[in-house]
């Protein structure tokens, strides 16, 4: 948590502002989170502290129609009414305080109103009165009903300490009702404000006053506003907004359910995301706590002990994605200009008519004869009137069309330009949809891309998707992300604890004997292997030995009932070295690019034998005379954790594209072989069971224009969760995919050929510290094997959990990188972690989830040994 230094000065006390919206002063319980929250900054921080309430919930609707209703006297005398006798309600049966004494002079006010001369022309100054009525009533409650439970509170007028201030550009009825003030403060007016009451002091949100004595409102986010203005008068140690979300979020969780909470903002960050579509705060009321540098933090009113959104000048800058956002009903403007290219004072004809409309234009795309602008709805009155009249004016000096209804989806984080590389997979994404405009903002904090309007809804969660898993969003960098919504939602649902968790002892004793050192569970790789052998759709599994092909895995997984799948002759070797007496038929091998000596060694031993062109076929058609072969498609796409790891598209070089596959038939004829078989894996760690289902679809509507086809082996590629926050792979929607599938064609029988899925969680690597050195600031603790043990995190930029195992129990240290002894700077197995402050040479470390593409892609390099392998069987 943050130890903001207290912004006063010595001889100033030290403020710490609460706010609470509407909800929260709705219930007696509420308020007895309030008091207690004033109880423990003043008791435990030593602060004074100033609570800003919100009206009521449904209070400032309720007064906003009175306002709206000016012209009749009854009505607004019976809504006032209403309203009087809703707050005694509130008073005597939630409070259990007495009306008449607490509301009494209050209720009087408001109901004087009805009969204020203002009111029939609904003079602004009245409607501004009206208005305020709420936080004045709902501050009094609360002041009320904490001094009754023993707490000493003040209760003061936010306007005797908020002044509006008129700006050039205000209309009568924006300084009236949509006011802003003057926030400096000094060390005289905070003495002042000390000297005016007791340490404890409630508040009124969205009132402040005007400069004719009267009242003057905020207007919308009035109270966040108000809270702010007060931090930064009184130069607090920080402004707290208690809202019914546990903070900002990396997306709006009610559309993307896996969007993270974000721990840490600097304010520019927090400001662009407020602005881009965010509802937690309302983007006016940062301005005020920055220019004061006084920090900002987002909790939860239901949930007091999460610990929010801190947003503060201290941030560590992390560059990378912090949200992705979206606001609709965009409209964009295209002007093609008649005249010259680059014609002079084109921009400025063009820009005076948006002037002349009223219409401020928020993104802008430019190219030598074409000025592509967007009209943000939340900024503009965009009727269609108004675009008509537009559009007339502009056409004296342009060729214009209008392109709307349209969404504008926003990327936002700091260090936007040096991320484009990690973006990949988003233009990809956006590739595949019409994007009418792209711009940058100047100042490096966003990138944004306007589609078509019903197409963001469905994007935003696979874009969130794309963006954690390219690194783009770095949502493993501590103190900056927090929990999903997903998991914050749930009742705590913790994942059964891993292997080694439970057997700690026996770990650390391997790690004894020598490390770098990986330690494999057999009675896990069996558990996963139960599963797949429960599926009732699949005929035959395959375990795609490369994921570990340790001798002690493959007799464990024959064991269970599983065939083989292999991509090299060594693979072959090595598999019949361990199982002599495997039958060739529960064998397949897929090679890619191989020798042709490899086919000829595979179909020797009688295994099924993969192609994945025609060259084979073609160069070497003896070898296939009278053969049955497994011919590997291209569906087209691929999928997966990494680019790398995608193994389908135009980019990836295995399987035949579909459209070739005439010509390859007719090769398997004039070569006198038998396709009997369609294969397909198009990547790995894919979470999606979509997936599988669209590649068997698309190889069932091959296999039938084949005929001789008897199965289809839809690959491996089934995710696992790195990160204890992700959810688990959903293997029963798996299950359920494949059943649909199975079902659908039932001439075909179903193959998968898994490898991470069951090996990865029951292999760990253990390593010892060599040294632990902080350089300028970064701590690094190193490790006796980095990229050479695990090319993983350096290849993938791959997250695998690490852990001090020997110091399970300690508090967490500064964030640091984990570092192998490799001459590369890539040699980094993992960022930014938070092991215990204790960790010193010699401790064991532990790299969670490493059995699969582990050990079998360690490398001599620098020349280091490769790492043990020892087996744990019961
Ligand atoms: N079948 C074929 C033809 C494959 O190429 C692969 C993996 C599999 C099955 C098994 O896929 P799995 O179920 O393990 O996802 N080194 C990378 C993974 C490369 C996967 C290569 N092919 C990593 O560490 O993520």
Same mark, same amino acid.
């Given at each position: 948590m943050s130890q903001a230094a207290p912004a006063a000065g010595a001889e100033t006390p030290d403020w710490i502002v609460l706010k609470f919206g509407g909800t929260s002063v709705s219930r007696r319980e509420r308020w007895d989170t309030i008091g207690g929250l004033m109880k423990r900054r003043a008791g435990e921080e030593g602060a004074r502290v100033l609570v800003v309430v919100s009206a009521v919930t449904g209070v400032t609707n309720a007064l906003q129609a009175v306002a709206d209703g000016h012209a009749d006297r009854e009505g607004t005398r019976t809504r006032l009414e209403e309203l009087a006798e809703l707050h005694r309600r509130f008073c005597s049966d939630e409070l259990g305080l007495d009306p008449?004494?607490?509301?009494?002079?209050?209720?009087?006010?408001?109901?004087?109103?009805?009969?204020?001369? $203002?009111?029939?022309?609904?003079?602004?100054?009245?409607?501004?009165?009206?208005?305020?009525?709420?936080?004045?009533? *709902?501050?009094?409650?609360?002041?009320?009903?904490?001094?009754?439970?023993?707490?000493?509170?003040?209760?003061?007028?936010?306007?005797?300490?908020?002044?509006?201030?008129?700006?050039?550009?205000?209309?009568?009825?924006?300084?009236?009702?949509?006011?802003?003030?003057?926030?400096?403060? %000094?060390?005289?007016? &905070?003495?002042?404000?000390?000297?005016?009451?007791?340490?404890?002091? #409630?508040?009124?949100?969205? #009132?402040?006053?005007?400069?004719?004595?009267?009242?003057?409102?905020?207007?919308?986010?009035?109270?966040?506003?108000?809270?702010?203005?007060?931090?930064?008068?009184?130069?607090?140690?920080?402004?707290?907004?208690?809202?019914?979300?546990?903070?900002m979020f990396s997306a709006n969780p009610r559309q993307v359910p896996d969007a993270r909470l974000l721990a840490r903002l600097d304010y520019a960050e927090a400001q662009e995301i407020a602005t881009t579509g965010a509802k937690v705060l309302h983007?006016?009321?940062?301005?005020?706590?920055?220019?004061?540098?006084?920090?900002?933090? #987002?909790?939860?009113?239901?949930?007091?002990?999460?610990?929010?959104?801190?947003? %503060?000048?201290?941030?560590?800058?992390?560059?990378?994605?912090?949200? !992705?956002?979206?606001?609709?009903?965009?409209?964009?403007?295209?002007m093609e200009t008649i005249g010259m290219w680059q014609q002079v004072g084109f921009l400025s004809d063009v820009f005076q008519r948006f002037k002349a409309h009223g219409l401020s234009v928020d993104l802008i795309g430019s190219s030598e004869s074409n000025v592509t602008v967007s009209l943000d709805p939340s900024d503009n009155l965009v009727s269609t009137n108004v675009l008509d009249a537009l559009c007339a004016d502009l056409s004296e000096v342009c060729r214009v069309k209008v392109i709307a209804p349209c969404a504008a989806i926003t990327l936002v984080g700091r260090g936007m330009r040096s991320l484009l590389h990690k973006l990949s997979d988003v233009w990809a994404e956006f590739g595949r949809e019409r994007v009418h405009l792209i711009s940058q903002s100047s100042n490096d904090l966003n990138l944004t891309?306007?589609? %078509?309007?019903?197409?963001?809804?469905?994007?935003?969660?696979?874009?969130?998707?794309?963006?954690?898993? *390219? =690194?783009?969003?770095?949502?493993?960098?501590?103190g900056v992300f927090g929990p999903s919504w997903r998991r914050l939602g749930l009742p705590a649902q913790p994942r059964p604890p891993s292997w080694w968790r439970r057997r700690r002892r026996e770990v650390l004793e391997a790690a004894a004997r020598g490390t770098p050192l990986y330690l494999y569970h057999l009675p896990t790789v069996r558990e996963r292997a $139960?599963?797949?052998?429960?599926?009732?759709?699949?005929?035959?599994?395959?375990?795609?030995?490369?994921?570990?092909?340790?001798?002690?895995?493959?007799?464990?997984?024959?064991?269970?009932?599983?065939?083989?799948?292999?991509?090299?002759?060594?693979?072959?070797?090595?598999?019949?070295?361990?199982?002599? =007496?495997?039958?060739?038929?529960?064998?397949?091998?897929?090679?890619?690019?191989?020798? &042709?000596?490899?086919?000829?060694?595979?179909?020797?031993?009688?295994?099924?034998?993969?192609?994945?062109?025609?060259?084979?076929?073609?160069?070497?058609p003896h070898l296939f005379r009278g053969r049955d072969l497994v011919l590997r498609v291209d569906p087209g796409f691929g @999928?997966?954790?990494?680019?790398?790891?995608?193994? =389908?598209?135009?980019?990836?070089?295995?399987?035949?594209?579909?459209?070739?596959?005439?010509?390859?038939?007719?090769?398997?004829?004039?070569?006198?072989?038998?396709?009997?078989?369609?294969?397909?894996? !198009?990547?790995?760690? #894919?979470?999606?069971?979509?997936?599988?289902r669209a590649v068997h679809a698309r190889l069932a509507g091959l296999a039938d224009g084949i005929g001789t086809v008897a199965f289809i082996d839809v690959g491996g590629g089934l995710g696992v969760a790195y990160d204890p926050e992700a959810d688990p792979f959903d293997l029963e929607a798996y299950g359920r995919v494949l059943a649909e599938a199975r079902a659908a064609w039932p001439q075909y029988a179903l193959w998968i050929e898994p490898g991470r899925y069951l090996v990865a969680?029951?292999?760990?690597?253990?390593?010892?510290?060599? @040294?632990?050195?902080?350089? @300028?600031?970064?701590?690094?603790?190193?490790?006796?094997?980095?990229?050479?043990?695990?090319?993983?995190?350096?290849?993938?930029?791959?997250?695998?959990?690490?852990?001090?195992?020997? &110091?399970? %129990?300690?508090?967490?240290?500064?964030?640091?990188?984990?570092?192998?002894?490799?001459?590369?700077?890539?040699?980094?197995?993992? $960022?930014g972690r938070r092991l215990p402050a204790g960790t010193a040479e010699g401790d064991v470390l532990l790299v969670d989830h490493a059995g699969a593409y582990g050990a079998v892609m360690a490398n001599r390099y620098n020349l280091r040994e490769l790492p043990r392998e020892e087996v744990l069987d019961d």
């Open positions: 008449e004494a607490v509301l009494g002079q209050r209720l009087a006010e408001l109901l004087a109103l009805a009969d204020d001369p $203002r009111r029939a022309a609904g003079d602004l100054a009245w409607q501004a009165e009206v208005l305020a009525q709420g936080e004045l009533l *709902s501050s009094t409650l609360g002041a009320a009903y904490l001094g009754s439970r023993g707490f000493a509170v003040g209760w003061l007028d936010s306007r005797d300490w908020l002044q509006a201030q008129p700006l050039p550009n205000q209309n009568d009825w924006s300084k009236r009702l949509s006011a802003s003030c003057a926030f400096e403060g %000094d060390a005289a007016l &905070r003495a002042r404000f000390a000297a005016a009451g007791p340490a404890l002091r #409630i508040a009124q949100g969205f #009132i402040a006053r005007a400069p004719d004595g009267g009242t003057a409102i905020l207007g919308r986010g009035g109270s966040d506003t108000s809270a702010a203005y007060f931090g930064a008068l009184l130069g607090a140690r920080r402004v707290e907004i208690w809202t019914d979300v546990p903070g983007p006016r009321c940062i301005h005020p706590c920055r220019e004061a540098r006084v920090p900002l933090w #987002i909790r939860d009113t239901g949930r007091p002990d999460m610990p929010g959104t801190i947003i %503060d000048a201290s941030a560590a800058t992390v560059p990378g994605v912090k949200a !992705i956002s979206s606001r609709r009903g965009i409209v964009l403007v295209s891309f306007v589609v %078509d309007e019903d197409l963001a809804e469905d994007m935003l969660p696979r874009l969130h998707a794309l963006l954690a898993r *390219s =690194g783009a969003m770095p949502v493993h960098e501590p $139960r599963e797949l052998m429960a599926l009732p759709a699949v005929d035959r599994r395959f375990y795609a030995l490369k994921a570990n092909p340790h001798p002690a895995v493959l007799r464990t997984l024959e064991a269970e009932g599983f065939g083989f799948e292999c991509v090299s002759a060594g693979e072959l070797a090595h598999l019949f070295a361990v199982l002599p =007496g495997l039958a060739p038929d529960r064998v397949l091998f897929t090679p890619s690019f191989a020798p &042709r000596g490899e086919y000829e060694a595979a179909l020797a031993r009688g295994v099924h034998v993969t192609v994945d062109s025609a060259y084979p076929l073609r160069h070497w @999928q997966g954790h990494h680019e790398k790891v995608r193994t =389908g598209g135009r980019a990836a070089k295995f399987g035949l594209a579909a459209d070739e596959l005439g010509e390859f038939l007719q090769a398997a004829r004039a070569a006198g072989a038998r396709v009997v078989g369609l294969h397909a894996h !198009i990547g790995s760690g #894919i979470h999606d069971p979509g997936h599988w969680e029951a292999g760990v690597l253990l390593l010892s510290v060599t @040294q632990v050195v902080a350089k @300028q600031g970064l701590r690094r603790v190193g490790a006796d094997a980095g990229m050479n043990a695990l090319l993983r995190p350096a290849l993938y930029d791959a997250w695998h959990e690490v852990v001090n195992l020997g &110091r399970m %129990d300690e508090a967490e240290g500064p964030p640091a990188d984990v570092v192998g002894p490799i001459c590369e700077t890539g040699d980094v197995l993992a $960022r």
